[in-house]
């Protein structure tokens, strides 16, 4: 297996690649900086929103699930589904990205 890329490596990534794109990405919580886990809230605003999970496949390769369904859902509700994971998880990140227009794509396997 592949030693895998620390979380806060891979936001700053992530927000370095939004921004050559000139979408904003936030940082919304700041988990454990080597090994938390990611959650990305892709805010469409009127088009709703969509939160993705990543966890790592057989081969050892990041992959994203669309945690709230695969339709965008209202951002209340994606804020609930990040609140709960929040109250489970203290070392979880999440990522805010807001893109209205829809551009932004992840780069990795979505599940």
């Known amino acids: 297996m592949e030693p895998r890329l620390k979380s806060r490596l891979w936001i700053a990534a992530e927000i370095r690649r939004c921004a ?16 938390g886990a990611i959650l990305l809230k892709v805010n469409r605003f009127a088009a709703g929103c969509v939160v993705h999970g990543g966890s790592y496949g057989r081969d050892g390769q990041r992959e994203w699930i669309a945690a709230t369904g695969a339709e965008p859902v209202p951002e209340a509700d994606a804020d609930a589904y990040v609140e709960r994971r929040r109250d489970s998880d203290p070392d979880l990140w999440v990522l805010e990205i807001e893109d209205p227009q829809g551009r932004y794509t992840l780069g990795e396997t979505v599940a």
């Open 20 to 35: 050559v794109q000139d979408i904003t990405a936030v940082v919304a919580r700041r988990g454990d900086p080597d090994a």
